[in-house]
């Protein structure tokens, strides 16, 4: 009995590293993510519109580093469910006409119709708690 009982403690001592390590790491995947796992969240929709070919880069709230494309054909879409914070789209080398626009729960947030001399426009929107 005493073994029994010793190794039941010593089983239970095992286990209990595992249930706060699982936790923080959901806490910080739910973090980095921006997923708002605790909080509200925004399906959020990145577009530009237009012909030909350009660059385009973005990110979404809680990436850390933007997603680019090169030679993208337009138009071109992407979107995302995300939590509060910062969400961006830039684009460059856009042929005239070419816009950019983004979109919140369907609702267009900001836009964006015409580039400048270099061909580059960009559209934000910086989503917060309520």
Do not use: I
């Not at 680019?68 to 138009?75: C, H, Q, Y």
């Not at 856009?94 to 816009?99: F, K, V």
Request: net charge negative; aromatic share 8%.
């Amino acid at each position: 009995m005493n073994s029994t009982a010793s190794r039941l403690s010593l089983l239970r001592r095992a286990a209990r590293p595992a249930l706060p390590a699982s936790g923080a790491m959901l806490l910080a995947a739910t973090t980095l993510t921006g997923c708002g796992f605790f909080g509200q969240s925004w399906d959020v929709k990145f577009e530009v519109t237009g012909t030909g070919q350009a660059e385009v880069g973005y990110s979404f709230s809680g990436e850390t580093d933007q997603t680019k494309a090169a030679n993208e054909s337009l138009p071109w879409t992407v979107s995302q469910n995300v939590g509060f914070g910062f969400n961006g789209l830039a684009v460059r080398h856009a042929p005239p006409g070419t816009a950019c626009r983004v979109y919140v729960d369907g609702k267009l947030r900001e836009s964006q119709d015409k580039p400048d001399a270099e061909g580059t426009l960009s559209c934000s929107v910086n989503l917060q708690e309520e």
